[in-house]
């Protein structure tokens, strides 16, 4: 497991290896939803990689596929967003999406922005 990790886990972003939040899609199951949902006890089907979407840099080495005889399904080179992966999930047919840890550099430096932005915004909206 800590293998896995140490070779799923981490990203190069900028030259900085940076920890990503949850790097593992989720397994076959039931659906649970929230609440009452009316889709409850669905089978969620497995994701392949040929579903799965990368995010990686230009000049970046796509990364080898786990599963045999599979290949990843789309590689792009989006430097507008924060997410590294992104499939739809079987049941709500939603995106899902794998995004670097909060605690890496690039989404401390988006969240200090976003702050900022709330900071001058205060001062031009009248109470």
Known sequence: KEKEKE???????DG???????YLIEIPSL????????KMGMIKKRIIPEE??????K?????????KGHKWGNIVHNQSVLWIATWTDSITKNQKRIYLSPTSTLRQQNDFLKF??????KKTIPK
């Open 52 to 57: 799965v979407t990368l995010n990686i840099g």
């Open 31 to 38: 659906f649970r939803g929230r609440g009452q949902h009316p």
């Open 16 to 22: 900085k290896k940076e920890k990503i939040e949850n």
């Open 116 to 121: 900022e932005t709330s900071r001058k915004l």
């Open 7 to 13: 070779k799923y886990g981490f990203a190069i972003v």
């Open 59 to 67: 000049q970046s080495k796509i990364p080898e596929c786990s599963m």
